[in-house]
């Protein structure tokens, strides 16, 4: 079955970018949509934006700034860069499936997730 | 933004009993709703998306309704494993996706 898998720093300095790959296995990145979603300690899910396999994106507006998400159909990956970085920025950084035709705007399958935390 | 507000925020019952969990949006999202069920240290698992229809491998135990502003997941009798956090999101007025800040459900 597809099971998604983050990677990438677990700390990363305030005013730099942070910079995760999430790799896909069992299926193809090459249909539905990818997304990025992060949850700071103790906080709600946020989500931050997705990705077509054409390159097409759509980004949160509150971040919309400081993302880019970006898709390596070859290597079956797909990336976020965040840009100048705060201690807000500090959470779980999940990939995730979604939105897909059967489910919507739901996110059906996601990645165990990985910690980054910014401080100097 | 739509904001999503979750009730109780933590809900205590007993293996065995029902639970039932709210989810209220500010203005309308019509059936595109989804719950995940988060078990600390783990990712999030789709429960429910279109505000009712249960995805791959999940327990009939696990049902959802509502449409509009109001939802509901119930759960008809609660196992161990079931004890966790619930998030609902909308997908109706996007971008952004937004979830509610979540309902703890634990043993009582």
């Known amino acids: 079955q597809v099971q998604l898998q983050e990677s990438g720093p677990g700390l990363v300095k305030p005013s730099e970018t942070l910079s995760l790959t999430c790799t896909v296995s069992g299926g193809s990145v090459s249909s539905h949509y990818w997304s990025w979603i992060r949850q700071p300690p103790g906080n709600k899910l946020e989500w931050i934006g997705y990705i077509y396999y054409s390159g097409s994106t759509n980004y949160n507006p509150s971040l919309k700034s400081r993302v880019t998400i970006s898709i390596d159909t070859s290597r079956n990956q797909f990336s976020l860069k965040l840009s100048s970085v705060t201690a807000a920025d500090t959470a779980v950084y999940y990939c995730a499936r979604g939105p897909t035709v059967t489910t919507g705007g739901a996110f059906d399958i996601w990645g165990q997730g990985t910690m980054v935390t910014v401080s100097s | 933004e739509i904001e999503m507000t979750q009730s109780p925020a933590t809900l205590s019952v007993s293996p065995g009993e029902r639970a039932t969990l709210s989810c209220r949006a500010s203005q309308s999202v019509s059936s595109n709703l989804a719950w995940y069920q988060q078990i600390p240290g783990q990712a999030p698992r789709l429960l429910i998306y279109?505000?009712?229809t249960r995805a791959t491998g999940i327990p009939a135990r696990f049902s959802g309704s509502g449409s509009g502003t109001e939802f509901t997941l119930t759960i008809s009798s609660l196992q161990s494993e079931d004890f966790a956090v619930y998030y609902c999101?909308?997908?109706?007025?996007?971008?952004?996706?937004?979830f509610g800040q979540g309902t703890k459900l634990e043993i009582k």
């Open positions: 999101q909308q997908y109706n007025n996007w971008p952004p996706d937004t």
């Open positions: 279109g505000a009712s």
